[in-house]
């Protein structure tokens, strides 16, 4: 049992290349969830999926989109990286109703760790 | 707007003395409260979640308390040990959880 699962877990890219992290769970769970780390600002939410083909965004979207690609899958795409994107990005998932806020805690991927130069 | 101020953001004590972190929220619709914690290098792990309808709940050496009239809820840390030392997050839940900006607790021996 894996859990939430994330590709690459380290990636460089120069400015303005465009990369996909890739995200899978097996927990069957309803709601996936994308998230950026930085020093000193905590765990910021980029963009959510509260169900199977949904999708909204979070704290920063901008220079962002995402994927929810079936129940399993939820992929963040840079289109364009920029170095102010240099960060940990971490997916979750977590249990809950697709008609309401879920009420259940996240389980974390082990993160990716992205430098842009 | 949503959001969840988090208490202290440096948190230092003797290995067996307790620690007190405190979270105070502001959407008074949120429900869920839970708790993670996050290792050097490491993904954020929940160790303990609280619903709004108790006030408190306890697991071992850790406990959460909740208090909804005053917007606030609390982690605490009883005989606290060395593999305590982490960073804590505290978070409400809505569709979008928001997260507070962790207190970095360090156990010293």
């Known amino acids: 049992n894996a859990g939430v699962t994330q590709t690459p877990k380290f990636q460089v890219l120069k400015t303005g290349q465009s990369m996909t992290l890739q995200c899978a769970q097996d927990?069957?769970?309803?709601?996936m969830y994308w998230y950026r780390q930085d020093p000193g600002m905590g765990l910021r939410l980029i963009y959510y999926?509260?169900?199977?083909?949904?999708?909204d965004k979070g704290e920063v979207p901008n220079g962002y989109n995402v994927s929810r690609l079936n129940k399993r899958e939820f992929s963040l795409r840079l289109e364009s990286a920029a170095p102010s994107q240099t960060s940990v990005y971490f997916c979750?998932?977590?249990?809950?109703?697709?008609?309401?806020?879920?009420?259940?805690?996240?389980?974390f991927g082990s993160g990716t760790r992205l430098t842009v130069v | 707007g949503e959001n969840v101020e988090q208490h202290p953001s440096t948190l230092s004590v003797q290995e067996g003395d307790s620690a007190v972190i405190k979270c105070t929220y502001s959407?008074?619709?949120?429900?869920?409260f839970p708790w993670y914690k996050q290792e050097l290098g490491k993904r954020p792990q929940l160790i303990i979640d609280?619903?709004?309808?108790?006030g408190e709940k306890k697991d071992q050496r850790i406990a959460v308390t909740l208090n909804k009239t005053a917007k606030h809820f609390s982690l605490h840390i009883t005989e606290t040990q060395p593999e305590d030392s982490a960073v804590y997050f505290c978070?409400?839940?809505?569709?979008?959880?928001?997260f507070g900006a962790g207190t970095r607790l360090f156990v010293k021996a």
């Open positions: 979750a998932s977590s249990e809950g109703w697709s008609w309401g806020p879920p009420n259940y805690g996240y389980t």
């Open positions: 927990m069957n769970h309803n709601s």
């Open positions: 999926s509260a169900s199977e083909g949904t999708t």
């Open positions: 959407d008074s619709a949120s429900n869920y």
């Open positions: 609280i619903r709004s309808n108790v």
């Open positions: 978070a409400h839940r809505g569709f979008k959880t928001i």
